[in-house]
């Protein structure tokens, strides 16, 4: 299976189908490589390369007690796109993987990156501050925490429906559900406080100010694990280069419940980026 080393020698699996221009997809907390299926498949058949790999802690790859920070999970990216040498890159990232594309960019630069599309971003910011005062509360933060710690697999199954919000029409099938929850599972305890609590409290707003590629922002608006006000409408606001599509009635999981929508979304915007 491929590996890369990534920063301080963590082992990252990672997998490439295709070929064509790259198209690297990055996860969100808790989810791996495996969760981007449907756009890997449907988008690797259209002539494109498609790249997706487990973050740290998660997955196939290192399980390290490190490294969760977002400066390190972006130097962890530029290895893979270094390694593989890749150019005019398409960054595809969903939930705070979309903090791991922006620190990118503001850390390495964006010689690589012809394009970004961030899907149910936790971006900009979704801590309450002086200047953020609609954010989310910490002790009402810490306290979920605190729950979702205490029993993972209860609270992962409990909290399923909304991620893909089924109470508003849409559909995904038991087994998916069930599927989508075993992907959560599969990274360390470790991991998942760490990379949850990354994204809650790290502010990105300068740094999204100042992207200078091609951004399309997709958002659903019955996002609860990233509400649309604080996350897509906000990015929206801030990212120079912007195309915002919200998706209505759609929740978090995106990537299943709206795949094929997503996937000519991506498909539209790589098109009229193309030089």
């Known amino acids: 299976m491929p590996y890369v080393e990534g920063s301080g020698g963590t082992s990252l699996f990672y997998t490439d189908w295709g070929q064509g221009k790259p198209v690297v997809f990055v996860a969100g907390a808790w989810l791996s490589s495996s969760s981007w299926e449907f756009q890997m498949l449907a988008l ?5 390369r498609c790249i997706a790999f487990d973050k740290r802690g998660h997955g196939r790859s290192d399980w390290v007690g490190h490294g969760f920070d977002y400066d390190t999970l972006a130097d962890d990216l ?12 398409t960054l595809v990232a969903h939930s705070m993987g979309s903090g791991e594309v922006i620190r990118y960019l503001s850390r390495h630069g964006q010689d690589r990156v012809s394009r970004v599309v961030l899907i149910g971003a936790t971006a900009p910011l979704l801590m309450r501050t002086e200047d953020n005062p609609e954010g989310i509360d910490r002790a009402a933060f810490q306290a979920l925490l605190a729950e979702r710690s205490q029993d993972r697999p209860r609270w992962m199954a409990q909290n399923a429906q909304a991620f893909f919000a089924t109470h508003l029409g849409n559909h995904i099938s038991a087994e998916l559900m069930e599927w989508t929850v075993r992907q959560c599972l599969d990274c360390s305890a470790k991991a998942a406080v760490e990379v949850v609590g990354t994204g809650y409290s790290t502010d990105l707003r300068k740094e999204a100010a100042a992207l200078q590629v091609p951004v399309l922002i997709i958002h659903g608006d019955a996002d609860a694990s990233a509400p649309i006000t604080l996350c897509g409408r906000r990015l929206a606001q801030l990212v120079p280069d912007n195309r915002y599509k919200e998706y209505p009635r759609a929740g978090h999981g995106v990537f299943i419940t709206h795949a094929e929508r997503l996937n000519q979304d991506l498909l539209d915007f790589i098109a009229e980026t193309s030089s």
């Open 78 to 89: 530029a290895a893979l796109l270094d390694h593989l040498d890749l150019r005019e890159v």
């Open 44 to 48: 690797s058949e259209q002539g494109l």
